[in-house]
């Protein structure tokens, strides 16, 4: 009886662990789409070019997937009476709808965006905004360019919210490209600086010579006057004889679609005035899959003294290669170049004032998390104008440095007496980052003429 027992608890728990699975899944499912999308026939297109591309490249792939969406429009476009799908619970519903005139929004892929990949709830839907970026990002998703973590990481990294529906400057940024296999013409030249990449490989490229291929990113600045990126699209193809670069595309009348632009034309496009077509061309970029960086031990110069009255913003000149920085003191999180005034560029993490002043005086222990490494040193906040910091080796904060300072050190370090920050910022006279023994040492080496301070 009892080993009957044993086997039905173990069938049942195996079953609850399984249907556990299952509907953990069928949840993450019902995030990625949504119901009215599975129904329609471009979820079937999607499901079959992913079978017929699955050996091809990323880039292949991505391309396929954005034509099998070609024709699909958002409700505003389909004419839905958009209250009363919801009324019937055809459609997931929001707090607020809004339509506006350029018919924008409302689309199977700002769905994903909100709900998917930035984890808001169904109150938040139906957002009304511009998708071209969303779209390719959706297409680039499902052809494997992100695995569920990249993708999330990428976005809360470089389309923090709001930003991820109509800051057109964090497109190129928010897709991670390889600077490598990115093409910047004349007229986006002036846009480098002002972007937080490391280098730059291929700059003031005829917009004619760019090695356009399917499945490639093109960013375009409708004005021509490359001020700013204002779309987004991917090639379909491109005619070297006659110029003409055909791409698809969504966010264009409410709908995926696919479109052609001479090149070598002076035009009026899209309502934008006339101008050469080429020089609405601002950047286009090959790409591969998001590949790990190589983990490596990062070194920064240590320690750090940062001064409240007379410093500046503080830089810390590290061997990181990556773009992104996350800042830890004494063991809690507190800030990154995402929410906070911080900012990385080839290495060189840069710190706001306005960040710094927060920080107690004395010494702190900072740790930096880059993508390719962590690396841990010490930050010694000071005050000269509100509180001097006084003689290095100055523990008890006299205004003298005497045998006594190294007697304090060493009853600190039994716990038989406390130091203030400051005082432990002097208390480090071999300047290591920790309070030690060898500080009390140097003091009396230090009174006895024997060594300098």
């Known amino acids: 009886m009892k080993k009957t027992i044993c086997i039905l608890m173990a069938v049942l728990t195996a079953f609850t662990c399984v249907l556990s699975l299952s509907l953990t899944a069928s949840a993450e499912e019902d995030l990625r789409f949504s119901e009215e999308y599975k129904s329609s026939e471009y979820y079937a297109k999607l499901t079959q070019v992913l079978e017929e591309y699955k050996d091809s490249t990323v880039q292949d792939r991505t391309l396929a997937v954005a034509l099998s969406q070609e024709g699909y429009k958002n409700y505003a476009s389909q004419g839905i009476d958009i209250e009363q799908a919801k009324a019937d619970g055809k459609l997931w519903t929001g707090a607020e709808l809004r339509m506006n005139d350029n018919l924008t929004g409302n689309t199977e892929y700002t769905r994903w965006a909100q709900r998917y990949v930035m984890g808001w709830g169904e109150e938040s839907q139906y957002a009304d905004y511009d998708w071209c970026a969303i779209f390719v990002s959706w297409c680039l998703y499902q052809a494997g360019y992100y695995d569920e973590a990249q993708l999330k990481k990428y976005y809360y990294a470089y389309i923090v ?93 409410g709908q995926v679609i696919t479109r052609q632009i001479d090149l070598d034309v002076e035009e009026s496009f899209r309502g934008q005035a006339y101008c050469l077509n080429a020089d609405r061309i601002l950047a286009y970029a090959d790409y591969h899959q998001i590949t790990p960086p190589v983990q490596k031990e990062i070194t920064a110069d240590t320690p750090i003294t940062w001064d409240k009255t007379t410093s500046p913003s503080l830089k810390i000149r590290t061997n990181s290669e990556s773009v992104m920085a996350s800042v830890y003191v004494d063991g809690e999180y507190f800030g990154s170049i995402i929410d906070s005034n911080m900012l990385l560029h080839e290495g060189l993490l840069t710190i706001g004032k306005s960040e710094l002043m927060k920080l107690p005086l004395g010494a702190s222990k900072l740790l930096l998390a880059f993508d390719d490494g962590d690396v841990e040193l010490t930050i010694y906040i000071t005050d000269t104008e509100n509180e001097p910091p006084g003689e290095i080796g100055d523990a008890d904060l006299d205004g003298e440095v005497t045998i006594l300072d190294a007697t304090l050190i060493q009853r600190y370090l039994v716990d038989l007496d406390p130091l203030t920050k ?23 080496r230090y009174l006895a003429g024997l060594t300098t301070m």
């Open 422 to 444: 400051i005082a432990q910022y002097l208390a480090d006279t071999d300047g290591d980052g920790e309070i030690t023994v060898l500080d009390a040492t140097l003091i009396q």
């Open 161 to 253: 919210d709001p930003r991820i529906f109509y800051d057109a400057d964090s497109w190129i940024e928010s897709f991670n490209l390889d600077q490598r296999y990115v093409y910047y013409p004349p007229k986006a030249h002036h846009k480098l600086d002002a972007m937080p990449w490391n280098t730059y490989y291929n700059v003031d490229v005829d917009p004619f010579e760019i090695p356009y291929k399917p499945g490639g990113l093109i960013f375009f600045s409708w004005d021509g006057s490359g001020r700013y990126y204002s779309h987004v699209g991917i090639v379909v193809s491109y005619d070297e004889d006659t110029r003409v670069l055909t791409y698809t595309n969504g966010n264009v009348d």
